[in-house]
């Protein structure tokens, strides 16, 4: 059964109880994968509770329920087969389950029954259902995955569709704000004291210290949420995504509506608010629905269709933040993407001996918060699954590398690149491959967490370096990542 997980739906007298879920052994038959096709069987209780020695039970084809300890995982099946079981249920001595496997001194490995683990809390249930003499019904299946789930492809297209829009939106306002500056410098004001502060107020310009100092500070947050886990430090979590994702759903719509001609007046006229200054007359109107649509997502966070608020207010949250924050040339998305290879690395993989278990995967599922988990992840819920669950990807996933690309644009602008011969398109290319073999990659390990970044870096990257190097352009995207600015008089014009 090579340790897969198994549903348990079970009976009560005749009326269909609860359905569990166990894990199979990586020894014994493969259990039937269609729920059509599997039998009902009556389970009886093992007489010793242990079956560490032959059972007192006249046994049919029943499914014998034991306790786990006292013996090996496949002494305790060979001896249940050899009194006539069907299958064996082993419940588990606490609540999570455990992958059963042979030891290495066994000899006796071949065994012919189906031996499925079961959580201490279903062993409870069955236990005082069997015990109040009340005839308990199993079947056991375990329906197989699907090679490539939909979800995958709704989030793979959410993701690559999410740089795409603030790609282009960073880049229209690098170029409004280079049209500005270039009127001032033809216009030869002298109101204007220094070049460099003309438009830094709207965006944020990283350098190679920060972006080492941001992975540091990650690490140090991703730490204290794995150790502070809990369903409170959760709420306040909720509380500041909420709060990001409100003001990035603002300036999304605030920007977009403001690109038609209706609303543009609207948009330019300004009202004087205490504590916030100057806001305009657009802003004022969509503020109450964003934060209305926050709080209902925030209240209601838990039902089945929450994972579309989170979604619209993380893609959001994530625009505008690749709008605001930008990386001036390659040398700095160098040392940010490397760092972030490194950390996604360490804390998906190398984390793991460490601390037992990954630290990343424990915080991205919830594990220790009764499975609320974090709210900075994009999630989609696995439609043909029939385990359910949900595809995720996390915010890091889509920013740091979305932050190069985005760097790509801006230099294909500036440089009057078409969209063939500049950057962009090439490495939008490798973000959409690299997040690809992530899926790949992930439906190859069984479902088993992946780094996503571990794939993406060296797409991007590597696209980067491969063609700045034979175009001759290595040093300008490394050093400066503005050719000749602000030098010469630019006219900008969109990729074709």
């Known amino acids: 059964m090579e340790g897969d997980k198994v549903k348990v739906p079970t009976w009560i007298n005749g009326v269909h109880d609860r359905k569990y879920v166990g894990v199979g052994a990586r020894f014994g038959p493969t259990l039937e994968t269609k729920e059509k096709r599997a039998n009902r ?8 509770p242990d079956c ?6 006249n046994l049919t084809r029943e499914v014998i329920m034991v306790h786990r300890g006292g013996c090996s995982f496949t002494f305790k099946a060979n001896i249940a087969e050899s009194a006539g079981a069907s299958a064996i249920l082993i419940i588990n001595s606490d609540p999570e389950l455990f992958k059963m496997g042979c030891e290495d001194n066994e000899t006796n490995v071949h065994v ?3 031996v499925v683990m079961l959580p201490l809390d279903a062993g409870v249930n069955l236990e005082k259902n069997l015990q109040n003499n009340s005839t308990v019904l199993v079947q056991l299946y375990s329906p197989l995955r699907p090679a490539v789930d939909i ?17 282009y939106w960073s880049a229209w306002s690098a170029r409004e704000e280079a049209i500005e500056q270039d009127k001032l410098l033809k216009d030869g004001s002298d ?12 965006f944020v310009e990283i350098n190679t210290t920060a972006a080492i100092l941001f992975i540091v500070i990650a690490s140090c947050f991703l730490v204290m949420l794995y150790k502070l886990m809990s369903k409170r430090f959760i709420e306040i979590l909720v509380v500041l995504f909420c709060i990001g994702g409100v003001e990035g759903l603002q300036t999304c719509l605030v920007t977009l509506l403001s690109c038609f001609r209706w609303f543009e007046r609207v948009g330019q006229s300004y009202v004087k608010v205490p504590f916030f200054g100057a806001v305009s007359y657009l802003t004022l109107a969509i503020s109450p629905f964003c934060v209305a649509f926050g709080i209902v997502w925030a209240v209601f966070r838990k039902i089945s269709y929450a994972w579309i608020g989170q979604d619209v207010l993380g893609i959001a ?19 940010l993407l490397s760092c972030a290879f490194l950390y996604d690395i360490f804390w ?10 990954s630290v990343m995967i424990v915080v991205a599922r919830g594990d220790k918060s009764g499975g609320d988990g974090i709210p900075m992840l994009l999630k989609i819920p696995r439609m043909f699954d029939p385990w359910g669950g949900y595809s995720i990807i996390g915010f890091g996933d889509i920013i740091l590398p979305g932050l190069l690309v985005a760097f790509s644009l801006r230099y294909d602008w500036l440089a009057k690149k078409s969209l063939r011969s500049g950057y962009f398109l090439w490495a939008m290319t490798a973000y959409g491959l690299g997040l690809l073999i992530t899926y790949v990659a992930l439906n190859m390990m069984d479902g088993h967490g992946q780094p996503a970044l571990l794939y993406i870096v060296p797409f991007t990257l590597g696209t980067f370096f ?12 490394w050093s400066r990542g503005k050719p000749e600015w602000p030098c010469q008089h630019i006219q900008f014009q969109p990729s074709q």
């Open 41 to 48: 069987t009556r389970v009886v209780l093992a007489d010793p």
């Open 52 to 57: 560490c020695s032959t059972p007192k039970n």
């Open 112 to 114: 012919h029954i189906p």
């Open 151 to 167: 979800a995958e492809v709704f989030l793979w297209l959410m993701a690559v569709g999410t740089i795409l829009c603030a790609s």
């Open 191 to 202: 109101e204007i004291p220094s070049l460099e502060g003309i438009g830094s107020s709207g």
């Open 317 to 335: 949250l994530i625009i505008t933040v690749l709008q605001i924050v930008r990386v001036p040339n390659l040398k700095v998305g160098t040392v």
């Open 348 to 357: 998906v993989f190398v984390s793991k001996p460490l601390f037992h278990e």
């Open 466 to 477: 491969t063609l700045g190097k034979k175009r001759g352009e290595l040093n300008i995207l």
